[in-house]
């Protein structure tokens, strides 16, 4: 069995990377990977301007003038930078550019008008309040790289650098499956035996979050002949998300029919919960998930495995974030595989502290209301006592 990071490794080894790209405009490109480092067009600030409402002068001015000066004209947003009269300080608003010959700004709170003229407070010092040219970033400046997933904040940002649209990578195609005989969708009854299949919907919806398009295979018994015949349209795919049917039971046909019709990389993993996961291509561009069946397993094999491959997919990365926090109670088990808990991160004033959640079984899902991160033991640990700091990923 792999370890973890072999595992992963191992998939992002053999990730092919997507070559069509497409150009977007900003209000089009949340979410999406971009094909190619962008610069920015433009500094920023793009002059040298005022950051508060008050006055410009030419600081030198203050000591000479004994800190009154005469005011004399305006510059406001969007106005051309206009030139200071020697001697004189000019009516300046937020944003707007320091005149010419004027060094520094002072606030309107700190000056006492009086007519045409106006006395300045003591403690100013030279280049106050001044916002200058390029001092956030340069024209050419580069601002991204090539694979990153762009927030509105990054949009934001581009926007402010003068870029109107950027190369993204084309949206890849999923098709997502759910196999087992037991298993019916929400809505229709029961009968004896029949559960209510939920896998599905997890991932075509973390999947859609990324901006991948989805098509539901719907749920599949476990018979060869039903699922070769869904898998057999499997190359116009980019990836293949099964669940269920990959462990090593009679009825766990997954393995056998991805085994048929493609090649699998990797089967069986040294975690828990999550350890029959599969994963291998079908032809040349087709990435094929088989995650578990168990509801948490599907859950935590999809965010350590499918999720980075997407990433690297897009020529990007998974940002992955750990943070230590103090476990609130105790957890105790064998050492032996790496093993994930659903947990609950909260603030206690300046400590991160975590519960572990009661109910830890890969098929019990009514811990997931309270689940924001999940606690990550390593493979010798055999738990934690409340108070100890433990790992944490959080989840939302
Ligand atoms: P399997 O991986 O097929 O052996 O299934 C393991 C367990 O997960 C069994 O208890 C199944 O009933 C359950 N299960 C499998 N697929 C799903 C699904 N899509 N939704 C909910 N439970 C599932
Ligand atoms: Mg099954």
Redesign the pocket.
């Known amino acids: 069995m792999l370890t973890l990071s072999e595992a992963q490794s191992a998939i992002l080894a053999r990730v092919r990377p997507a070559a069509d790209t497409e150009r977007v405009p900003l209000a089009r490109a949340r979410g999406r990977f971009l094909a190619e480092a962008v610069a920015a067009r433009v500094d920023n600030p793009a002059f040298d301007n005022s950051a508060m409402d008050g006055y410009a002068l030419a600081h030198a001015d203050l000591a000479v003038h004994g800190r009154v000066l005469p005011v004399r004209g305006e510059s406001s947003a969007g106005s051309r930078p206009p030139t200071l009269v020697p001697g004189s300080a000019m009516r300046i608003f937020t944003g707007a550019p320091l005149p010419a010959g004027a060094d520094t700004v002072v606030m309107q709170e700190d000056v006492q008008r009086d007519g045409e003229r106006a006395r300045f407070a003591a403690a100013v010092r030279p280049g106050d309040h001044v916002r200058r040219r390029g001092e956030d970033f340069r024209a050419g400046e580069a601002l991204y790289e090539r694979g990153r997933r762009l927030s509105s904040y990054d949009l934001a940002l581009l926007s402010a650098a003068g870029v109107p649209e950027v190369a993204v990578y084309r949206s890849p195609r999923a098709l997502v499956v759910?196999?087992?005989d037991?298993?019916v969708a929400p809505g229709a009854p029961l009968a004896p035996g029949q559960?209510y299949?939920?896998?599905?919907l997890a991932t075509r919806l973390q999947l859609e979050a990324l901006g991948i398009e989805v098509t539901d295979g719907g749920i599949v018994r476990d018979d060869p002949q039903s699922l070769r015949a869904l898998l057999a349209g499997a190359t116009g795919y980019d990836f293949v998300v099964t669940?269920?049917?990959?462990?090593v039971?009679e009825h766990?046909l997954v393995k056998q029919v991805f085994a048929e019709i493609g090649e699998i990389d990797l089967w069986k993993v040294k975690i828990k919960p999550g350890k029959p996961v599969a994963f291998g291509r079908v032809g040349e561009r087709t990435h094929f998930f088989a995650l578990?069946?168990?509801?948490v397993s599907s859950l935590v094999t999809y965010k350590l495995f499918v999720e980075p491959a997407l990433y690297a997919w897009h020529h990007g990365r998974q940002p992955w974030l750990q943070l230590p926090a103090i476990a609130i109670n105790a957890f105790r088990r064998q050492a032996g595989r790496m093993e994930f808990l659903r947990a609950r991160l909260v603030n206690d004033g300046a400590e991160l502290c975590v519960e572990c959640l009661a109910g830890q079984g890969s098929?019990m899902l009514g811990p997931i209301r309270y689940t924001n991160g999940l606690i990550c033991l390593a493979e010798d640990s055999t738990g934690f006592a409340a108070g100890e700091r433990v790992t944490t990923i959080p989840l939302s």
């Open positions: 759910a196999t087992g037991e298993l559960i299949e939920s896998n599905r669940s269920g049917g990959v462990s039971g766990d578990p069946g168990n509801p098929h």
